[in-house]
């Protein structure tokens, strides 16, 4: 892996650059952890998908701003310029999968889509979920075929191999997430065209958060109604579309006053704001601190 800009935050890259090299990596947890654990403890962005399945072992994880609980069987799921970190623990057990997103994503097929959005980039859910007794016994047996194929001298059609046990491995977590999801919560929106719809408005606040968009636009884009599209959000996670397109916003703001050398002036005119001003009172609305003292109170 590659890493850029040493003094604000690490990047790392998977094989970027080297098309003939595999868009895919498979690592022991454990290994991998006592090999890299002075970069893997600090905060650092990815430009490819992680899957971190904590098999055994407890702590914590960070991802953007938040700790989230580690335990038995926990898989995190963390997405291009995500910011997170492991603490400094050592005894976990696990599996590392690293792939970057032409390697998952070739169609933009629903089911793509699906796996993508859903699992990967929804800023509106925890980042991570818990796999039950019994479907870690077939995500074991994918993890083993994708190590075979990997060790595998053959080079004919490996990479469709790969991709296809690692879409199974995330289709069977997907069936588990939405079970797990079913029983805990009977009234839980189920994955259907309204569902895709939200997803398409995530994407889309993703791609266009900085443009200053109207709700009327975002809906324009997606060819339903702003009404339409409020009552969609609102059903679906109880946000408003405008609470989400903020949330965007901020988190950006969050993560470039935090990891990068740009001023508060210069945060604010790369997320679209022309008054600086006007920005540091946005912010403040949101996170009920200044930029200035959001920084303090991080570090």
Same mark, same amino acid.
């Given at each position: 892996?590659?890493?850029?800009?040493?003094?604000?935050?690490?990047?790392?890259?998977?094989?970027?650059?080297?098309?003939?090299?595999?868009?895919?990596?498979?690592?022991? =947890? *454990?290994?991998? &952890?006592?090999? /890299?654990?002075? !970069?893997?403890?600090?905060?650092? +962005?990815?430009?490819?998908?992680?899957? @971190?399945?904590?098999?055994?072992?407890?702590?914590?994880?960070?991802?953007?701003?938040?700790?989230?609980?580690?335990?038995?069987?926990?898989?995190?799921?963390?997405?291009?310029?995500?910011?997170?970190?492991?603490?400094?623990?050592?005894?976990?057990?696990?599996?590392?999968?690293?792939?970057?997103?032409?390697?998952?994503?070739?169609?933009?097929?629903?089911?793509?889509?699906? =796996? *993508?959005?859903? &699992?990967?980039? /929804?800023?509106? !859910?925890?980042?991570?979920?818990? +796999?039950?007794?019994?479907?870690?016994? @077939?995500?074991?047996?994918?993890?083993?075929?994708?190590?075979?194929?990997?060790?595998?001298?053959?080079?004919?059609?490996?990479?469709?191999?790969?991709?296809?046990?690692?879409?199974?491995?995330?289709?069977?977590?997907?069936?588990?997430?939405?079970?797990?999801?079913?029983?805990?919560?009977?009234?839980?929106?189920?994955?259907?065209?309204?569902?895709?719809?939200?997803?398409?408005?995530?994407?889309?606040?993703?791609? /266009?958060?900085?443009?200053?968009?109207?709700?009327?636009?975002?809906?324009?884009?997606?060819? @339903?109604?702003?009404?339409?599209?409020?009552?969609?959000?609102?059903?679906?996670?109880?946000?408003?579309?405008?609470?989400?397109?903020?949330?965007?916003?901020?988190?950006?703001?969050?993560?470039?006053?935090?990891?990068?050398?740009?001023?508060?002036?210069?945060?604010?005119?790369?997320?679209?704001?022309?008054?600086?001003?006007?920005?540091?009172?946005?912010?403040?609305?949101?996170?009920?601190?200044?930029?200035?003292?959001?920084?303090?109170?991080?570090?």
């Amino acid at each position: 892996m590659g890493k850029s800009k040493p003094n604000v935050i690490n990047e790392y890259h998977l094989n970027r650059h080297m098309p003939d090299k595999p868009q895919f990596a498979l690592h022991d =947890l *454990n290994e991998y &952890l006592k090999t /890299n654990q002075c !970069q893997a403890v600090k905060p650092h +962005i990815h430009s490819f998908y992680q899957i @971190i399945w904590f098999k055994r072992g407890h702590g914590k994880h960070a991802v953007d701003f938040k700790a989230y609980d580690v335990f038995d069987n926990a898989i995190f799921f963390i997405a291009p310029n995500q910011i997170h970190y492991f603490d400094d623990q050592q005894h976990y057990e696990g599996v590392l999968l690293h792939f970057n997103h032409l390697f998952l994503v070739q169609d933009e097929s629903p089911l793509d889509f699906m =796996l *993508n959005c859903n &699992l990967f980039n /929804n800023p509106f !859910q925890q980042p991570s979920c818990c +796999i039950g007794v019994g479907i870690d016994t @077939i995500l074991d047996q994918y993890i083993l075929q994708m190590k075979g194929e990997l060790e595998s001298e053959e080079s004919f059609g490996k990479e469709m191999i790969l991709r296809n046990y690692l879409k199974s491995f995330l289709i069977q977590i997907q069936r588990e997430k939405k079970h797990f999801e079913k029983v805990s919560d009977p009234q839980s929106p189920i994955f259907d065209e309204k569902r895709m719809i939200l997803m398409k408005f995530i994407t889309l606040i993703d791609e /266009n958060y900085k443009k200053g968009y109207s709700v009327t636009e975002y809906a324009r884009l997606l060819h @339903i109604s702003s009404r339409s599209l409020s009552d969609l959000t609102q059903n679906q996670i109880n946000k408003t579309p405008s609470q989400m397109i903020h949330e965007r916003i901020i988190l950006e703001a969050q993560r470039l006053l935090l990891y990068s050398e740009l001023n508060v002036n210069q945060v604010g005119y790369r997320l679209g704001f022309d008054d600086p001003s006007y920005f540091v009172k946005y912010f403040k609305k949101y996170i009920s601190l200044s930029p200035s003292e959001f920084k303090k109170s991080v570090s």
